[in-house]
């Protein structure tokens, strides 16, 4: 949190903290006022100071817990966890619980602080019961107890409870049924990877109905059908994927060659490199036809093709293929220059990321289905090759 934005929240607390200390002290006998005030006045000077920590401690100490203050001690605990003192929360919420006079909504809203301060704090099986128990209470935090448990079963890869919170939270929230998609795509891959075909094939029937539209259902079913030597359907699966979304060409293409090599289909792996060259002209894409254009048409068709691209879509990447190409060639440029160019080109295209986050701008060199940073399933893509830095 922005040390400014601290600050103003901080200033807030204290009006508030000051209004309910006031409002107390007309209810208590004159020889205390004077303490409790003094202790206010101890914090507010400590803010003013910017010595926040000391603060937040000083207004905490100065509080009775009752209804009155509670909402304040709640305030306190979220912006000590956002400022990243979370022993400090828990211990702020643990108070509150430990104090008989709460009423049962704030019990529930401290209960769910606190599950939030062990999500922060990695304590994952802590926050899991506080929040199974919230959830078992039913009531207006029904829904914020089970996005929280939704949360923790995806950290945990466990995606049988994550489908079973998710199923109820999809009653209220249809968007949550992208993200049930992907977790039904999990469990397939998980039943495939232990040979178990139909296993895998009844998960993604089950993501299909959560989301027909989910590009990766189709991509996962592509690897089931070729472990079951079903090649023509592998095919119309990873096309069926590609519609849905242009950027899971590059992702397909190993299996779509695998699949047309098995069925002696060269012409249609080269077709349908054509075709994702022309919504998706990934690095990956030009490099797979360059080297049939090579092959059928020769060095000098294969360097215009090249250049053409370069041309088309320029970028670090079809420059470094074009290199390459040259460096066979040894045209243009001195064999010795040649080599040293693409080689620094090659360190520098190393260094660039492949994958990326079109929600919040997460980059890596692997495709993640969730992204780690914002969470958001299906929104890491391959750079494309017109992408540019």
Known sequence: MPEN??????????????????????????????????????????????????????????????????????????????????????????????????????????????ARDYLVAGLLGRAENLLIEVARKGGSQLTVA??????????????????????????QDRSVRTQLAHFQCELAEIALGKGDLRGARAELAKGADFDSGCARINLVGAKVEFEAKRYREVKRLLRKARSLDAALAVDSLAIYRAASDELDDEKGYISYL??????????????????????????????????????KNPSLGGFVTLLKHLDREGTALPGEQLTLVRRFSQSLLHKQPSYRCSNCGFSGHTLMWQCPSCRTWGSIKPILYTDRE
């Not at 003094?38 to 400590?46: E, S």
């Not at 000590?80 to 529930?108: C, F, T, W, Y």
């Not at 049939?292 to 090249?306: I, S």
Request: net charge negative; aromatic share 6%.
């Open 5 to 114: 934005l601290a600050l103003y929240v901080l200033l807030v607390v204290a009006l508030g903290i000051g209004f309910l200390l006031g409002r107390r002290e007309r209810r208590k006998r004159p020889r205390n006022s004077g303490m409790v005030s003094q202790d206010y006045f101890r914090g507010l000077n400590h803010l003013l100071n910017e010595r926040h920590d000391l603060a937040i401690d000083t207004f905490v100490e100065a509080m009775v817990v009752d209804n009155d203050t509670v909402d304040t001690h709640l305030a306190l605990g979220s912006l000590v966890r956002r400022r990243g003192e979370v022993d400090k929360a828990i211990r702020i919420h643990q108070n509150l619980l430990a104090r008989p006079v709460l009423s049962s909504s704030h019990r529930i809203q401290t209960e769910l602080e606190l």
């Open 146 to 171: 089970r996005q929280l448990l939704l949360e923790i079963y995806q950290r945990e890869s466990d995606w049988d409870q994550a489908v079973v919170v998710g199923r109820e939270l999809a009653r």
């Open 274 to 311: 054509n075709e994702c060259l022309q919504s998706t002209p990934h690095l990956e894409v030009i490099e797979e036809l360059l080297r049939f254009v090579e092959r059928d048409q020769g060095a000098e068709a294969a360097r215009e093709f090249a250049v053409q691209q370069l041309f």
